[in-house]
């Protein structure tokens, strides 16, 4: 299923292209066949063009991870598929849906647990227990209504793992966070950085679309920016661009031979901006 005029794929994850395969039935066909020695996703990661089902868009649509790096909820299905000691739970879709309070909006978890139990504002939907050859758990009658949705997956009987979903306000600010705090002044080296809208309350915006202006200070360079939108045909080299999910990606890269401190700033109207600085270091003989 998917959302035609948007360009953008359901994450349920139920259907497929018709010369594909949905993990659930892959997993459940390799169950039961234990002569097979694995599965193939295609793919691990979104990349340009074949941008299957929606034609005009940049990129495919297949991947466990987006063009942006950013994990989709998918990403969750295989994790607790291929990594069953690993305690996980992970609630699909957002709770951000004013436009269908009063309506059926089914929940899924992916779990490496056996049974979960999920509540609505405190109040229990139910505790229900993989069947065999399921790899996740359903509540497809829950009637949306705004604050909290929990799950606590069980294994073995004994709590596993939780995971909390709650419904957030306007988009108030610009969280910046990076994947290292320091890089090396190489002219190669890069750093990542996530842009993320949060409400007033700190909490990620999963709805937020606004745009967002970035500027560097210091001994580097912006060399891309993305968002993991399949459909949105902004450049690369952009500074600015929406963000899709509620962020963005920037990537910075050192100048050689330029040791010092880089300072991003990130800037959306009506919002309050963000800032992280991180230094570049001196390179070693080795780098």
Not at 168 to 192: E, N
Not at 257 to 282: C, F, M, N, W, Y
């Amino acid at each position: 299923g998917g959302d035609s005029k948007a360009q953008q794929i359901s994450a349920y994850e139920l259907y497929s292209v018709a010369f594909g395969s949905s993990a659930d039935k892959v997993f459940a066909t390799l169950a039961q066949h234990p002569y097979v020695a694995g599965g193939f996703a295609w793919t691990g990661w979104d990349y340009l063009g074949e941008p299957t089902p929606y034609y005009s868009a940049r990129s495919s649509y297949s991947g466990i991870i987006d063009l942006a790096g950013f994990k989709k909820d998918r990403f969750y299905l295989y994790q607790a598929y291929w990594r069953p000691e690993l305690p996980l739970a992970h609630i699909l879709p957002h709770w951000n849906w004013p436009e269908r309070v009063g309506q059926v909006t089914p929940v899924h978890v992916f779990t490496s647990g056996d049974e979960a139990e999920l509540f609505l504002n405190g109040k229990s939907l139910g505790r229900k227990q993989k069947a065999p050859f399921e790899y996740r758990l359903r509540w497809d009658d829950v009637v949306y209504a705004p604050g909290e949705l929990k799950v606590i997956a069980y294994k073995n009987g004994l709590p596993w793992a939780e995971e909390v979903v709650r419904t957030t306000g306007a988009p108030a600010a610009v969280k910046l966070s990076a994947d290292r705090p320091r890089i090396a002044a190489t002219g190669q080296d890069l750093v990542f950085i996530t842009a993320e809208l949060t409400d007033q309350n700190g909490l990620p915006v999963p709805t937020a679309k606004n745009r967002l202006e970035f500027s560097l200070e210091g001994p580097g360079e912006i060399v891309a920016t993305d968002n993991g939108d399949a459909a949105s045909l902004v450049s690369f080299a952009s500074p600015a661009r929406e963000a899709f999910n509620g962020r963005c990606l920037v990537i910075i890269r050192s100048k050689k031979g330029q040791p010092g401190t880089i300072r991003l700033k990130a800037q959306a109207s009506g919002l309050a901006g963000g800032s992280i600085s991180l230094e570049s270091v001196r390179a070693t003989p080795t780098q």
